[in-house]
């Protein structure tokens, strides 16, 4: 069974910073892709980034335009899991964030149409 599940959402002061985690499992984590997304009230989904495996020690990263280079997004193969750390947070990051495994694409570059997979969703509230 595939399973994601984000972690590290939380309630944080504008400027601060956030690590959220996509733990991942029953799939081969070596030809993942996954993709960031995030729902606000009233808002449309959109994605965030997304980290692809291209070979064995490359990564193709995508980052939307809002990010601005305050995230980074990174993986642990060891551990399945992949991280989005996010730096210098806005109240309109605010919002339920989501991770999404598109499985068998190795080789391949973000982002991506669809993903096959979706985790819960975590909360990261921003205050002003």
């Known amino acids: 069974e595939v399973q994601l599940v984000e972690s590290g959402g939380g309630l944080v002061q504008a400027g601060g910073s956030l690590r959220l985690s996509c733990a991942t499992s029953?799939?081969?984590?070596?030809?993942?892709?996954i993709g960031w997304f995030r729902q606000a009230p009233g808002k449309e989904r959109e994605e965030v980034s997304c980290?692809?495996?291209?070979?064995?020690?490359?990564?193709?990263?995508y980052y939307a335009d809002f990010v601005g280079g305050r995230f980074t997004i990174s993986s642990d193969n060891a551990k399945n899991t992949v991280y989005l750390q996010m730096n210098s947070l806005k109240p309109e990051d605010t919002a339920v964030y989501y991770c999404?495994?598109?499985?068998?694409?190795?080789?391949?570059?973000?982002?991506?149409?669809?993903?096959?997979?979706w985790g819960q969703g975590t909360q990261v509230t921003v205050s002003s």
């Open positions: 980290i692809s495996s291209l070979t064995s020690t490359d990564v193709s990263t």
């Open positions: 999404a495994a598109l499985v068998s694409a190795y080789g391949t570059r973000c982002p991506y149409n669809d993903y096959d997979y």
């Open positions: 029953g799939f081969n984590f070596d030809d993942y892709a």
